[in-house]
């Protein structure tokens, strides 16, 4: 068919469309163009392919849910379509209906297992990706019925003591609902369990609802039957739900018949029910006695068979290996175990920076997430993501997520080199071959240098970051390529001397560029802030440029560019106490809250523990945060409703708190938190990895105002130089060999 590619495309899509009345498309994407700078990729075809999914189930939300106001909707639609909520949005012309409000679930699963359930604010159990769900309800028999998606009392934890669970309370009158949602092995095979406990003043029915839907919208059941002896569902053939016991009723519905909730007082039971639309829905009813406590436990096996991988320990395992926090501050210490945990779930082998909207890879994710593993002293998982690198990179040197973004190499080079760093390790022969394509797809990617304009001797226009805005030439892609460079050359230096020398020359020639090009920034805004790009003026996409202070440190703790950075971000760009990004994301950003926090903390500036106090009050009640949260609302409006970048940023910023590398230097307790020291308890972190090699820390508050610092280490090479920068105390530096030191108040 190689001759259909000589057929005039262009000339046919304007006539068709002309013909129907549409725009011209041709001409509509070459004015969208016009909007950005001269690329070689336009978008992604990766986040079209992912945004037009997305809509796609948005198209089906709005031709179902709005004619259908009678069903138990999942808890997002109950108060996104309640004009008298403060998360309704009205929807008018929209195509299609999403969730844009209340993006909040977390995943619950079982270390090296793929399968990521996720649980709702409301208890909502969603077992498999992207499928149907179960709810659970109650219903008295004088006709109260407590559904959790429009219950208004409702409280929600996430326990980790023997792995991890999401129990979910809610409360009508004196109806009270407790639904525990787990992973555990059973025989060797990963099962979801969602244990159900109901108590009323009357009698009631602990009703097992099976909806055709989750926190992103329709999920297609087209049918379901009750097992002969009660105690399950075969879904669309495919799927089991098992129950401890027998079902006492049991009822179905279709499309056509609405809701199953409808039917829930019928006389006549069904077992079976097939719909051709995918809107089947079924009820299994489970009698509870006045006063007595009734007990339903629904079990889903998420595999066919023993998958013989699975340790029976490896909760125990995981978390032992791991970086521990021991402080007097519940919250923190809940959110950094929470994060943890949330790491340990979301790298069964690659990492993925959330169990659903965002199940998939990313370099630049990827890079965060593992390095939060490393410091984090779970090296096995990152050595283990850090594995599956090479297979995506081209024959030409580029590690490829998705066309068109230009940061991936530097971040790549960047995590590997902190890895061997870490670890104490030099880095293997079989990694020189893809570092060194690596480093030179960088060199060759780089424009002319002696152009004159604006981006000469950057890396070309394209799409990067999302949030950053249209194709440009970012400086965020710049500074990880100098970075990656770097690494390059670091990991080169005891195996090849002379691709060392040519890549540390590449990356001083690229730093020159970058420096070059914001000089001319400078002299243009009449500010050292650096904007997004060459071409930008200051705006939110600024954020990115943050990369040259944290995680890189590429410039000084102090430097102008920066520091006024920052203050421009302060000043603009927060809202309500955290970085409002206005981009795309259109909500409050934990992560890159974090990242304005790290730079403060960098500088000496206190007021990084306001940024960190906010990002905690962000947080939802299971220790979650969505990828961007609503300012109204407090819920999620865009990403993933649980955003594991931003668990590997609340895990970074708590251990650099705690213990920083600074060039040739550990920096110890620069971000304890005052506050902490107006009680008697140790305050204990590590062992927590470095450069150097891996650190204990603790804190004892002194009975006299004045704490001791004590240290255990287990050092690579020589002992590092040690400062020890605590927000109210002098600054001291350890003398070698010395392991303890007690500080002294400043004076004012």
Known sequence: ?????????????????????????????????????????????????????????????????????????????????????????????????????????????????????????????????????????????????????????????????????INTETQLDDLVLSCNALVRMESGVPVCELRMRAHADTKAWLVVALRPYNPEGISFIHEVRLAENRQAWIIDNTRRVEFSRAAQRHHVSDYRNGDVYIHLRDTDAQDKEVCDVGMATAAALFPVQAGVEGEVTATIPLAAADTGMLRPDAWLQARNNSCQLECPDPDYRFLYDAAVTSLILHSPDDVYPGPFTYKRFWFRDAAFIIHALLCAGMTDRAERALARFPERQTVLGYFRSQEGEWDSNGEVLWILQRFFALTGRAPPTEWLGPVKRGARWIIRKRLNNNTGLPHAGLLPAGFSAEHLGPNDYYYWDDFWGVTGLRAAAAMMADRDADCAAEFAQAADDFAKAIDHSLESCAQRLARPAMPASPYRRLD????????????????????????????????????????????????????????????LLRAGDPRYLDLMDKVAALASPTGQWPEAIHPRTGGGCMGDGHHVWASAEWVMMIRNCFVREEAHRLILCAGIPPRWLDQAEPIRFGPAPTSFGVIRVSITPGTNGDPRIDWQAEWHHDAPAIEIHMPGFERVTASPGTTSITLARKQP
Request: hydrophobic share 45%.
């Open 1 to 165: 068919m190689s001759w259909m590619k000589w057929l005039p495309w262009r000339f046919i899509v304007r006539y068709l469309a002309r013909k129907h009345g549409f725009l011209d498309p041709i001409a509509l994407l070459g004015r969208l163009h016009n909007f950005a700078q001269p690329s070689e990729v336009g978008e992604p075809i990766e986040l079209l392919r992912a945004g037009v999914v997305f809509h796609a189930r948005g198209l089906v939300n709005s031709r179902v849910i709005q004619h259908n106001m009678d069903w138990v909707w999942p808890y997002w639609i109950e108060r996104q379509f309640d004009p008298l909520d403060e998360s309704f949005v009205p929807r008018a012309f929209s195509i299609t209906h999403i969730n844009l409000t209340q993006r909040n679930w977390t995943a619950i699963g079982y270390p090296d297992f793929e399968e990521l359930p996720i649980v709702d604010p409301r208890g909502l159990l969603t077992p498999f990706l992207d499928g149907w769900s179960l709810d659970t309800w109650l219903l008295a028999e004088d006709g109260r019925c407590l559904l959790p998606s429009r219950a208004k009392i409702c409280r929600q934890r996430q326990e980790m003591e023997s792995g991890v669970s």
């Open 540 to 599: 939110a996409g600024a954020i990115g440029s943050l990369a040259s202070g944290y995680p890189l440190q590429l410039f000084a703790p102090d430097d102008p560019r920066l520091l006024d950075n920052v203050e421009f971000l302060l000043d603009r760009c927060f809202v309500k106490g955290a970085f409002y990004q206005d981009m795309i994301h259109s909500g409050l950003n934990a992560y890159l809250t974090l990242h304005v926090a790290q730079v």
